[in-house]
């Protein structure tokens, strides 16, 4: 059973292409989206391999410097995998905020109250209680903070789509809290955090389900013949393949539980050390890592912010 739980927000400063294999429609490689909603995200699978990726390569860093035995404690053995568990668990990252294009303000952060209350549920479960109150506007409404940065004639242009824009006090709490706890608390993120405030568009969920399905990046990749400086089109050289914008942002539930071996006098002692282990020492000195394919073409660079419970 596991003990304690935290939440980890993934800011997308690159496109993130998370393969769901390949498809018979006109995107070759699409992304990993949910069943039931259509909406993206990132198997727990390919998190957790991800994150625990990022804790091979800090060994021997910080302070003090993370061992390889605490890493097979927290996330199980490398070899030999039967010998004992994982002591940590992590749920598929889920899609919090996506960006779309606006006609004022370059992009504003759609989110829908699915989605927040989602989020809401989950971190009961991390033991925060502070979070606001759910705005809920109607089929063709845009709630937006209280001085909105994307208004255009009192009202909202998505894309090609323009709602009936309305203020609201309960997103401009939304706008604060997120930017407070799911952007970075690095000096380069300010501006982003201050846009957050005032870009934040609550929509009706079926307009951000259409949203989300519909505004991926869809980018054309070729492969080159090196004998002829040609496309390979023998191979496949022509390939269409989606990924998420970069400004996403995404969710994961971090669940700890105590390991499943002793540690001796190690610092992997508990649930709230195998917890600690992963948003401290993991995130707390080198925050930005890669999650998904296309890592040597850029793709995929993202920096983790762990919820700090108030």
């Excluded at 971190?123 to 759910?134: Q, S, Y």
């Excluded at 824009?165 to 993120?189: C, F, H, M, R, T």
Aim: with cysteine; aromatic share 8%; net charge negative.
């Amino acid at each position: 059973m596991f003990k304690a739980a935290t939440i980890l927000f993934m800011y997308l400063e690159s496109p993130l292409h998370a393969g769901s294999g390949t498809s018979l429609g006109v995107v070759d490689l699409p992304i990993q989206r949910e069943k039931h909603t259509g909406f993206p995200m990132v198997q727990a699978s390919g998190v957790k391999g991800a994150i625990r990726a990022h804790a091979q390569d800090l060994v021997g860093r910080g302070d003090p410097p993370i061992t390889r035995e605490e890493t097979n404690l927290v996330f199980g053995p490398e070899e030999a995998a039967s010998e004992y568990a994982s002591a940590v668990a992590f749920t598929d990252a889920k899609l919090l905020l996506f960006p779309v294009r606006s006609l004022a303000g370059v992009f504003a952060w759609t989110t829908c109250p699915t989605v927040l209350n989602r989020l809401r549920r989950e971190l009961t479960l991390a033991g925060e209680n502070g979070f606001p109150d759910i705005p809920t506007p109607e089929t063709e409404q845009a709630l937006v903070a209280e001085q909105p940065g994307v208004l255009v004639d009192q009202s909202v242009v998505l894309e090609e789509f323009t709602f009936t824009a309305q203020k609201n006090q309960l997103v401009s709490a939304v706008g604060k809290w997120l930017a407070i706890q799911a952007l970075p608390d690095a000096g380069e993120y300010s501006f982003w955090a201050d846009q957050l405030q005032k870009n934040l568009v609550v929509l009706h969920d079926d307009a951000f389900r259409d949203f989300v399905q519909l505004s991926t990046d869809v980018v054309a990749r070729i492969r080159m013949d090196p004998k002829r400086g040609t496309v390979d089109s023998e191979h496949g050289g022509l390939w269409y393949e989606e990924c998420l914008p970069p400004e996403t942002v995404l969710w994961t539930l971090v669940m700890a539980t105590d390991p499943r071996r002793e540690n001796g006098n190690g610092t992997v002692r508990d649930a709230a050390s195998v917890l600690a282990f992963v948003t401290d020492r993991l995130f707390g000195q080198a925050s930005r890592m890669q999650f998904g394919g296309d890592e040597t073409i850029g793709r995929g660079l993202v920096n983790v912010t762990s919820l700090e419970v108030r």
